[in-house]
C-alpha cells in the first residue's frame, strides 16, 4: 500500500489535470458509472468532529476521512481502493487532495456556466481554498485581472503578491468587499463566514458566482436575495446540498426553485444554463468523495509509473 505525502500530491498533481479529472467525474455521474455517498459527520462534546465521505469508479472507490477541531485545525486522510477486488492500493494525506479538487470543480463549473469572455475575478477570501479557486479559474478562462478581499490586510497583500507572480496576472488587494465584487465578471466566496459577506446589489446581470466557503446548514457566505435572484444554482449534489448548503436551505427553506440543477446535468449537455450575457449564474461547491477518487487515482498510477517508492 502506497502511501502519499502533500509534497507527493503537489508534484504529480497539475491543476489543469485535477480540472480534467473533475469534469470526467462528473460526466461518469451523468452516466451512472460513478457513485457519490455524501458526507457524514460524528459531533463530540469537545468541538471536535470526525467527517467521513466516499465515492467510487469502475476503476477505484475510496473514502475520506478528517477531524477538526475548531482551536486546533483540520486533519484530512484519504484511502484508496481498487473496484475490481477492493484491494487496498494507497493511503494520502489529504488537505492539497481536497484543495486541488475544489478549485478544480469551480472551474469546471465556471467554464460551462460564466461568460465565455469573462476577465475579471473578484474574490473574497485570502486563504488556501481561495488561492486553488483562482488558480483553477485561471486555466480555463481568459482572465486579465483579480481582485481580493479579506479581513486580513498583510494576508490579503501576501495573496495578491504570489498570485500575481504564480498566475501572470494582475491581482491586487482592495480595502472592502464590494471593492472586490463589483463589476468583476466572476465573484468567488472561499471564507469561514456565518452570515453573508456581500450584498446583491453589489452583484451585476451576467456575473457568475462560485460559493464555496460553508457546508453547514446554519451558516451561508450569499444573502437570500441574491441566491433567489439568480436564474440557474448548480450544486455538486443535491442531496448533499440539502443536507448542508445554508446559503440554499436559508434561502428557499422548504420549497426549492426547480432552476437548481446539478453539475453533472451541465457537463453532460442536458440543460443550457447561458442563453445570453444577463444570465446570474451561481455554483454552490459542498465538494464530492468522487472528485477525491479520480484525483488520487491519477497520483496513484503517475506514482506506479515512476516506479519510485511512496512509503
Known amino acids: 500500500m502506497l502511501k502519499f505525502t502533500e509534497e507527493d500530491v503537489r508534484r504529480l498533481l497539475p491543476m489543469r489535470e485535477a480540472v480534467r479529472l473533475v469534469r470526467e467525474a462528473f460526466e461518469q455521474l451523468a452516466a451512472g458509472s460513478a457513485i457519490n455517498q455524501p458526507r457524514h459527520r460524528l459531533m463530540l462534546p469537545t468541538g471536535s468532529a470526525l467527517h467521513y465521505m466516499a465515492g467510487g ?10 477531524a477538526t477541531n475548531p482551536a486546533h485545525g483540520a486533519h484530512f486522510t484519504f484511502l484508496l481502493y481498487r473496484a475490481a477486488d477492493a ?12 484543495q486541488i479538487r475544489t478549485g478544480a470543480a469551480s472551474a469546471v463549473a465556471t467554464q460551462l456556466m460564466a461568460r465565455p469572455d469573462s476577465k475579471i475575478v473578484g474574490l473574497i477570501g ?19 485581472s483579480a481582485r481580493v478581499w479579506s479581513r486580513s490586510a498583510g494576508n490579503r497583500e501576501r495573496f ?13 488587494p482592495v480595502g472592502t468587499a464590494e471593492e472586490a465584487v463589483r463589476g468583476a465578471d466572476i465573484v468567488v466566496t472561499a471564507t469561514n463566514a456565518r452570515d453573508p459577506v456581500l450584498d446583491d446589489a453589489w452583484i451585476a446581470p451576467g456575473t457568475h458566482v462560485n460559493a464555496m466557503g460553508s457546508n453547514q ?21 443535491k442531496e448533499q ?15 426549492w426553485n426547480a432552476n437548481v440543477i446539478e453539475l453533472h446535468e451541465i457537463v453532460a449537455g442536458r440543460i443550457a444554463v447561458r442563453s445570453g450575457r444577463d ?10 468523495a468522487v472528485e477525491d477518487v479520480v484525483a488520487a487515482g491519477y497520483v496513484y498510477e503517475r506514482a506506479s509509473r515512476e516506479g519510485r517508492s511512496y512509503s
Not at 469508479?57 to 478528517?66: L, P
Not at 448548503?245 to 436559508?250: C, P, R
Not at 444570465?279 to 464530492?288: A, H, P, R, V, Y
Open 87 to 98: 484491494a487496498p492500493l494507497a493511503i494520502f494525506e489529504a488537505n492539497y487532495l481536497g
Open 217 to 237: 446548514p446554519n451558516r451561508r457566505e450569499l444573502p437570500a436575495s441574491l441566491v433567489r435572484r439568480a436564474d440557474w444554482i448548480a450544486v455538486d449534489s
Open 160 to 172: 495578491a503578491d504570489e498570485s500575481s507572480d504564480q498566475l501572470g496576472i494582475q491581482v491586487s
Open 126 to 144: 485570502s486563504g488556501f481554498q481561495a488561492r486553488s479557486q483562482l488558480a483553477a479559474i485561471a486555466s480555463v478562462m481568459p482572465l486579465q
Open 279 to 288: 444570465e446570474i449564474t451561481l455554483f454552490k461547491s459542498n465538494g464530492l
Open 57 to 66: 469508479t469502475a476503476k477505484y472507490f475510496g473514502a475520506k476521512v478528517y
Open 241 to 255: 446540498a440539502r443536507a448542508e448548503s445554508g446559503d440554499l436551505l436559508l434561502a428557499f427553506e422548504d420549497s
